[in-house]
């Protein structure tokens, strides 16, 4: 039977039974319900639906058995449903009123609400007829679902929220409202929101157009204002229809403190706590802008801090960069404003009105503050600073042009024997491009080996050939022939020591190859960096090039100076004894001008000591300097070393030289450096020995 909806006119009149039937059918319809009877005799459901699509399925119109009706409801449900349908069978619940899950014929899940009562029962109070109405409430139970959710969120969120109507009354609040603005702050239902936060209609007309209103406000609460970020959203109240607004309440006092700390990074340096170079650039600017700007800046740059990092490690680096850091902040005027401008250089920008003197002075603190040792691990290290310093307004108006003037000076200190003040004048800018320059011509000549190499003999004390120093020249176009004593700093400075040492290396073992060939064992000198002790590869590199050209080690001399010593010996020593272990012979270069101290000479392998230049200068001036230097060559003998004076350049320094004791010599009294095949061809043909120098002719 299916319903027969609202009779239309000029239908028959009707039965008093067929008008019950119809007040009853409309009734349903309006609600949306259908009827549903099981019989006990035949034992089938039937549905008769309101409305077709009321059905949860085609089946139960024809009539289903109620075990296929229990079957289709979902497995978590059946046992309820059972349930009710004994309960009330036997007498134990008056109605049935149960809601479960069932699916349809297009396999989606329905909840449907079923009632119902037991009409008849026969003799043995059996029932025979139960009669009862179902229906789809599907959307219902989805909605409830979806405001219980919602509900849960609204309470357990950490956020703060309060609902609020559109005059602004506040209909709820939640726990973490009322945890972020303290118990005392009068903020419930019922009150006006506006009290606590500033916000007005507009903002609920951009939520109206928008869907969302989002701002920065600062929230009223018991224990003072705390800011937070506010977004509004519209809602529907759970009617449906009033409609109402969700308010959060983000706490940002977290993101203001993280701000505020990264602001702070952004200005200290981490590893000093000093100002960092954003601050000392910001403080330069604002000296700068003042109507008459007149102060010093100083530029230091730490001597050798990047063979101690090497050496003793980065952890150690930094613990020295800290203490150093400390030791000029407490040793500087309290107005100087000292910065940490990158891995070792530190700025100090002196006050307002300081000029040249006050420079000096404060060049003269610092150079004092790191006089003594500093601790690093278990060990006593020494650093010197180089200080450039400029002059503002006189050496430049812009942060950027002292800034470039101050390296520059610095970089000339760095020439002229570290550990100095050196102030800029306009000489060194132009010095400053010319390195530029250089170095970049230096990068294209060291990947094409574009260097000669010239050698300069070395001789016995009657003049006999004993060998040579290679030596390396670099001609460009812009700037004709750079001397070493200019390009090999800057190779070491910019990283292209290691390549153009190696280049070096190759040259010298093919240099003493091509003696060999004509029957001289003549070892070859080269010249080794200080950088390039610290290359761990270094004793294979060397031996790659003996071997390529056919020469033993014992055929190449290294010279090693001294500053490359002092600081790094734990790890420069053992890399000394294994090229001494290889065979090659180590030669100390330059003695006499940096450290001067022979006791560590007993410990490290060295074949010879080459008596730099300006102690055999002094010999004809300073008679204390040759006592020195007679005491230095026994001492080299007693130690088993021999003794090479460089720069002779006179019969008299010769004479006085041998008679101390010295086993050779070069200088330019008996060759100047000479292409390195003038050099083989003055050696002669093979089987002739090589002749006396100086040759008569050149001597003078
Ligand atoms: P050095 O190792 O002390 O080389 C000796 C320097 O003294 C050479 O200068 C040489 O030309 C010069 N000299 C030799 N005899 C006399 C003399 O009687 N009087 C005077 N006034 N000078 C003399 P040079 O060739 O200009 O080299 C300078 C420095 O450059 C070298 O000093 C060395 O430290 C470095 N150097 C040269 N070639 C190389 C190289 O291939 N590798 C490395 N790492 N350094 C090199
Ligand atoms: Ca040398
Ligand atoms: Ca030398």
């Known amino acids: 039977m299916t319903a027969d909806l609202p009779t239309r006119p000029g239908d028959l009149p009707l039965s008093a039974a067929q008008r019950a039937e119809q007040r009853v059918q409309l009734a349903l319809w309006a609600s949306g319900e259908s009827v549903w009877e099981w019989e006990a005799a035949s034992g089938l459901v039937k549905v008769d639906a309101a409305e077709p699509t009321a059905l949860p399925f085609s089946a139960v119109e024809q009539g289903m058995t109620l075990e296929q009706l229990f079957a289709r409801a979902h497995a978590d449900d059946q046992e309820a449903l059972r349930l009710a349908w004994q309960l009330h069978l036997r007498g134990a619940h008056p109605d049935i009123d149960v809601s479960f899950r069932i699916q349809n014929d297009a396999g989606h899940q329905r909840w449907l609400r079923v009632r119902g009562r037991a009409l008849g029962r026969d003799a043995r109070g059996q029932v025979e007829r139960v009669l009862g109405t179902l229906k789809d409430v599907t959307a219902q139970r989805e909605a409830e679902d979806s405001l219980r959710l919602m509900a849960h969120a609204f309470s357990s969120t950490r956020d703060a929220m309060a609902v609020i109507d559109p005059q602004w009354t506040v209909l709820e609040i939640n726990e973490a409202l009322v945890r972020l603005a303290g ?65 959060a309440l983000h706490d940002l006092r977290e993101r203001r403190l993280s701000e505020a700390r990264l602001q702070r990074m952004a200005m200290v340096d981490e590893l000093t706590g000093l100002p960092n170079r954003l601050a000392a650039q910001f403080r330069i600017d604002e000296a700068l802008a003042r109507k008459e700007p007149c102060f010093g800046i100083l530029f230091i740059d730490l001597d050798g801090f990047k063979e101690i990092n090497d050496s003793y490690g980065h952890d150690h680096g930094d613990q020295l960069l800290a203490a150093v850091g400390q030791r000029l902040r407490a040793a500087l005027p309290e107005d100087a404003v000292l910065a940490r401008w990158g891995s070792d250089e530190f700025l100090v920008v002196l006050a307002q009105g300081s000029g040249d003197t006050e420079v000096r002075a404060s060049a003269q603190v610092v150079l004092a503050a790191l006089a003594s040792p500093f601790e690093v691990g278990d060990q006593a290290v020494r650093i010197t600073p180089t200080i450039g310093a400029v002059l503002a307004p006189q050496d430049g108006l812009e942060f950027s042009q002292l800034l470039r003037k101050a390296d520059s000076a610095m970089y000339a200190g760095k020439e002229r024997g570290r550990n100095c003040l050196v102030f800029f004048d306009s000489t060194l800018d132009n010095d400053a491009q010319r390195r530029v320059r250089l170095t970049s011509l230096l990068r294209i000549d060291t990947d094409r080996n574009g260097f000669r190499f010239v050698a300069q003999p070395k001789v016995d004390a009657q003049g006999r050939t004993k060998g040579a120093e290679l030596l390396m020249r670099w001609t460009t176009e812009a700037f004709g022939s750079v001397s070493p004593v200019e390009f090999i700093p800057l190779a070491e400075k910019v990283g292209l020591i290691q390549l153009m040492g190696r280049h070096a290396a190759h040259a010298a073992a093919q240099l003493a190859a091509a003696c060999a060939e004509l029957g001289h064992a003549l070892p070859v000198a080269v010249n080794l960096s200080p950088k390039q002790l610290l290359q761990p590869g270094l004793d294979g590199l060397l031996l790659h090039a003996c071997r390529r050209h056919g020469i033993a080690p014992c055929m190449l001399e290294l010279e090693l100076t001294e500053s490359a010593l002092v600081h790094n010996m734990d790890i420069v020593a053992p890399m000394l004894h294994r090229l001494r272990g290889h065979g090659f012979s180590l030669a100390l270069d330059d003695f006499g001008t940096g450290y001067s101290s022979l006791s560590y000479l007993r410990h490290l392998p060295f074949d010879k000591v080459k008596i730099d230049r300006s102690f055999v200068m002094d010999i004809e001036r300073d008679p204390a300097a040759t006592r020195l230097l007679e005491s230095i060559v026994k001492l080299c003998k007693v130690l088993g070393m021999r003794t090479v004076a460089e720069g002779v350049e006179t019969a008299q320094q010769l004479a006085a030289l041998a008679a101390m004791g010295v086993d050779e010599f070069q200088g330019y009294y008996f060759a100047r450096p000479m292409p390195v095949d003038d050099w083989l061809a003055l050696l002669g043909r093979p089987g002739e020995p090589p002749p006396l120098l100086p040759l008569p002719d050149a001597a003078g």
Not at 217 to 237: K, M, N, Q
């Open 183 to 247: 118990e005392d702050s009068g903020i419930m239902p019922g009150s006006d929101l506006r009290q606590w936060l500033k916000l007005d209609d507009a903002v609920l007309a951009e939520v109206l157009a928008d869907g969302i209103w989002r701002g920065d406000r600062e929230l009223r609460c018991a224990a003072g204002d705390v800011p937070v970020e506010v977004s509004i959203t519209a809602v529907l109240a759970s009617d449906g229809q009033r409609r109402c607004h969700l308010v």
